[in-house]
């Protein structure tokens, strides 16, 4: 059973817009919420993250908004640029020292 | 402050042998984990080493095992290895087993022929 739904699994922006890639989870006992961004031949960075007890988390041009309440997070770019290129991974985790869950990825092309 | 590292970065090997890998955790950082990442899927959990011993392992057969060192340095083995095997091997290291952030290296990619 898949913990954590990604959505989509590849997406196309100009240069300046702003992708959104949604995560969907069933098991309300997870508490923290990561995206990381992974360039090929590399491994994945932490982007952001955020817990169930605030609504949205700003770190530069990266946004997560989350909603406890329908078991979904997403990731906003803003001002969407070709070095964003890259394949986003979100992620789960329980509370205390448990292994993360990552969903598919979302491989996002920002073209000029 | 050097990153997380692994070695080697690529590795080619046939069915029915038996590899190993390796990787230095980040300055400070006592605790690793491993995941295997296939092609075009999220990284999935393999096992966390804190303190020399296994904490916490994943869906993985016992084909795979581990180990760390003092140093907090950890290895991967995989034994008796099958043409699924091939994949993207990350390791993980965070400051303690209570950290959320990790910290990923850039992964041994290993291909089984």
């Known amino acids: 059973q898949q913990q954590v739904k990604q959505s989509p699994q590849s997406l196309i922006v100009q240069k300046g817009g702003i992708p959104i890639i949604n995560c969907a989870y069933e098991?309300?006992?997870?508490?923290?919420f990561p995206w990381y961004q992974q360039f090929p031949g590399k491994g994945p960075a932490l982007l952001i993250a955020?817990?169930?007890?605030?609504s949205e988390k700003k770190e530069g041009r990266f946004t997560i908004s989350f909603n406890k309440s329908a078991k979904q997070f997403s990731l906003h770019i803003m001002d969407s640029q070709p070095g964003d290129s890259a394949t986003y991974f979100c992620?789960?985790?329980?509370?205390?020292?448990?292994?993360?869950?990552f969903g598919k990825g979302t491989r996002l092309s920002v073209i000029a | 402050d050097a990153g997380v590292t692994q070695s080697p970065t690529h590795l080619i090997k046939t069915r029915g042998q038996q590899v190993t890998l390796r990787c230095s955790p980040k300055?400070?950082?006592?605790?690793v984990s491993w995941y295997q990442q296939a092609l075009g899927q999220g990284p999935q959990f393999i096992f966390q080493?804190?303190?020399?011993?296994?904490?916490q392992r994943g869906n993985f057969p016992d084909r795979f095992s581990g180990h760390q060192f003092p140093n907090y340095s950890s290895e991967l083995n995989v034994n008796a290895l099958l043409l699924g095997d091939s994949a993207l091997y990350l390791c993980?290291?965070?400051?303690?087993?209570?950290?959320?952030?990790?910290?990923f290296g850039p992964g041994t990619r290993l291909t089984v022929l």
């Open positions: 080493y804190y303190e020399e011993e296994e904490r």
């Open positions: 300055s400070g950082h006592d605790t």
């Open positions: 992620a789960v985790r329980y509370s205390g020292n448990t292994p993360l869950v």
């Open positions: 993980a290291s965070s400051i303690d087993l209570a950290s959320d952030t990790q910290y």
């Open positions: 098991n309300t006992a997870f508490d923290y």
């Open positions: 955020i817990r169930p007890d605030v």
